[in-house]
């Protein structure tokens, strides 16, 4: 004999299954999301755990240079003061020692043509100091371009003078010492 | 029952919906972080650039230090002793005979310099051919201790040259 069942509640009868799966999916869902919140929170918290012992340690050590930096600038400016003329005195005298005579004489003899003159050379060893020459051509072009050759290094013309045999000019030029 | 189990799952689906904004927060957040942590990368990277700095400035200490030392050491190795005035003079007259030069006088001034140290004008005129005068310049210029030629004055005298010279010679201890 088939038994009849009759539903007597206001709603309708709930279907277990249904119901157990959406409430499984959701909670699974949630169990997923809260997962990677908690995940996310928990390398975020570990990473700046590590980044603050890191700045701690940097702090503690910019200050350390900060102290040290102040410190040997004092003493640096301390051993400037003490030391400061005699480091300039030595360089003056290595840059005198330094300072080429036959670089100079090297430098004239390449600007001369073949039948100019030097009559009287003056030189000092002196960087800033001028070569003084007083140079005789036999034609007025070979001092022309002897201006011309001289023109790059801060050439000054003292005087020209012509005579019945030849050109003379005065001249002051300054040239840097090819070591430098 | 069934408007329970309603309930239920719509207080499921709320909680669900807050585990989704907290998640996405929870991204939000990580990007906020790491925002912040380029800043401090930034910072850092200052710290490097400061300890750089502070590297050069330790090296200038330290030269600093090592000056004095330095400073005795060129002078030393590089400056005629007093003693050595006489050697020097051998020298220089024998680099002036090599060249077959001859100056009829040879004058010495001497004047205090700085520490200790002596400085000695010598001043000397002296006549050759070109050729001769200029091997003379050069022996005395590639002399290694501290004496150089200071001034010179070059002439045409015929075929010769005559030059008046000025030599700056520096004696230490």
């Known amino acids: ?180 | 029952m069934m408007k329970k189990n309603k309930l239920a799952v719509l207080a499921l689906l709320f909680l669900l919906c807050l585990s989704v904004i907290g998640c996405l927060f929870s991204f939000f957040y990580v990007q906020v972080k790491d925002i912040s942590l380029q800043k401090r990368l930034e910072l850092f990277g200052n710290f490097k650039n400061r300890e750089k700095e502070f590297q050069v400035l330790e090296q200038e200490y330290n030269d600093w230090q090592n000056f004095p030392d330095a400073l005795q050491k060129l002078f030393k190795d590089n400056m005629l002793a007093m003693d050595e005035f006489a050697a020097f003079r051998r020298d220089l007259d024998s680099s002036l005979a090599a060249n077959q030069l001859q100056p009829s006088r040879i004058d010495f001034t001497f004047s205090t310099g700085r520490e200790k140290i002596k400085k000695v004008n010598v001043k000397f005129s002296l006549e050759g051919s070109y050729r001769n005068v200029k091997k003379f310049i050069f022996d005395m210029e590639i002399k290694p201790k501290m004496y150089f030629i200071d001034s010179m004055t070059l002439s045409a005298a015929g075929t010769a040259v005559k030059g008046v010279f000025t030599l700056e010679v520096y004696l230490g201890e």
């Open chain 1, 1 to 180: 004999m088939r038994k009849i069942y009759y539903n007597l509640a206001g709603t309708r009868k709930i279907d277990a299954r249904a119901f157990a799966l959406t409430v499984s999916v959701i909670l699974l869902a949630m169990v997923l999301f809260n997962g990677i919140t908690i995940l996310n929170l928990a390398s975020q918290q570990r990473q700046s755990r590590n980044e603050k012992n890191e700045i701690r340690f940097s702090a503690q050590k910019l200050e350390e240079l900060e102290q040290k930096t102040l410190q040997y600038q004092k003493e640096i400016s301390v051993l400037k003061k003490k030391w400061n003329p005699k480091l300039t005195f030595a360089n003056s005298l290595i840059e005198r020692k330094c300072f080429s005579f036959i670089f100079r004489l090297n430098f004239l003899e390449k600007v001369l043509s073949g039948s100019m003159r030097i009559r009287q050379l003056n030189m000092v060893n002196h960087p800033p100091g001028r070569i003084q020459i007083d140079v005789h051509a036999l034609a007025q072009n070979e001092l022309l371009e002897l201006y011309k050759k001289l023109l790059p290094y801060d050439l000054v013309i003292g005087s020209e003078n012509q005579t019945t045999e030849n050109y003379r000019a005065s001249l002051s030029f300054k040239i840097n010492d090819e070591k430098k």
